[in-house]
């Protein structure tokens, strides 16, 4: 099925956002990138550029959930391999240009609404994981904390392997977290 004009302006935005980050995520480049005509900024992102990026960035929290939705009743060791997964798999199709679209919103837009919106992007992927590691077995104290890990570390592996141009440290911490799974699920 053939997306809608609003539809590749907000998939061009994430994917600008998770290469560029917030400066480079332009009306311009989205238009680019998403084969748009002009007049469709103030048509779809009546509110401006803002408008856009929290519909960038809530496209982007809710591609989480299919990627999650099959770790269901899995160990903790296999929710860390399949989380994992997702970000090798993100950095190798990018050649390493891409990281989190709601990481570069954190770091770079100065807006409040922005933040409080990338805050609930990342308490809504910290609340999922932890209901799996919990379904998996962890106390709910390890299991929310854990998840919480699991993202700042995941997050971290991928600006670091994005600067290496390597998957080295994505899979060094990968390796440390299926560790450290591990030692919750024994």
């Not at 390493?96 to 609930?120: D, H, I």
């Not at 854990?146 to 440290?169: C, D, K, N, Y």
């Amino acid at each position: 099925m053939a997306k809608s004009v609003r539809e590749r302006m907000v998939a061009s935005a994430m994917l600008l956002l998770a290469e560029r980050g917030y400066q480079g995520a332009s009306f311009t480049e989205v238009l680019t990138a998403a084969r748009a005509p002009r007049g469709s900024i103030y048509h779809y992102f009546p509110d401006g550029k803002d408008q856009l990026i929290a519909a960038a960035i809530d496209y982007a929290g809710s591609r989480a959930a299919p990627i999650l939705d099959p770790l269901t009743g899995r160990g903790a060791v296999e929710i860390v391999d399949g989380f994992m997964a997702m970000w090798r798999s993100i950095l190798e199709r990018s050649g390493f240009q891409a990281g989190c679209s709601v990481l570069a919103v954190t770091v770079s837009a100065g807006s409040p609404e922005l933040l409080e919106r990338a805050r609930n992007i990342f308490r809504s992927w910290q609340g999922r994981l932890a209901g799996l590691f919990r379904a998996a077995g962890l106390a709910e104290d390890d299991a929310a904390g854990f998840a919480t890990l699991l993202i700042a570390a995941s997050e971290g592996a991928v600006v670091l392997a994005r600067a290496e141009q390597h998957l080295a440290p994505l899979d060094a911490v990968h390796r440390q977290l299926r560790a450290l799974a591990a030692s919750y699920a024994g």
